[in-house]
């Protein structure tokens, strides 16, 4: 089953909130000072051979390499991000799912215009892509989603994000319907692959 996730509004203070921890402090070491990466350490000037080069490393040592946070803003500018997996890329850009009835994708409706960085920590790698985002055919949608384990294909048809539902039972009753039934999974009419075609690609090595 997919992470329920809990949304919570910004109301007045009801309570002091104060924590032990020394965030100020909190630091760890990079390079030292004779270290450093520059254009001769590049293997490709290309900026996608690039994120090639460093996404195949990152595979071997990170368990989901491609999870990264993607920023939408709506057309008045108020932004919002979240974690997604990128499930392709290539001299295009970058691919990855969405349901339009969600939060990113009524945003990308309005304001197509998105960034998405990926972060490896054990490498002190990160890489931001700023770009423009379209919708790809309903092709390769359905032949992505046809693909997805059973569970994960209810999950899609259940869950309608950035709607409150009543509680986990409902979401359970829900999957046991397909389940009872043996209903063919169909994919939701909203949910979408989209593309984010590059405009400045960023990227930072600490």
Not at 78 to 104: A, H, I, Q
Not at 105 to 129: D, H, Q, T
Request: net charge positive.
């Amino acid at each position: 089953m997919r992470l329920v996730r809990l949304l919570f509004q910004r109301m007045e203070p009801q309570l002091h909130i104060h924590t032990n921890v020394d965030i100020a402090n909190i630091r760890k070491p990079y390079k030292r000072l004779d270290e450093y990466f520059g254009t001769e350490h590049l293997v490709s000037h290309e900026p996608m051979g690039q994120f090639k080069k460093w996404f195949e490393e990152a595979v071997e040592y990170i368990d989901e390499p491609n999870s990264f946070c993607l920023a939408t803003a709506t057309k008045d500018g108020k932004p919002s991000s979240r974690f997604l997996l990128m499930k392709g890329f290539d001299e295009t850009g970058f691919k990855f799912y969405t349901n339009y009835d969600s939060r990113k994708g009524k945003e990308l409706e309005e304001n197509p215009f998105a960034s998405m960085c990926f972060y490896w920590s054990p490498m002190s790698r990160s890489v931001r892509i700023d770009g423009h985002v379209e919708k790809l055919s309903e092709a390769e949608a359905t032949e992505y989603f046809n693909s997805r384990p059973i569970d994960s294909q209810i999950s899609a048809c259940i869950s309608k994000q950035s709607q409150l539902v009543p509680n986990r039972q409902y979401l359970l009753d829900q999957r046991q319907k397909y389940i009872d039934n043996g209903l063919q999974v169909q994919k939701p009419e909203r949910w979408y692959k989209r593309l984010l075609s590059f405009i400045c690609i960023t990227l930072a090595h600490k």
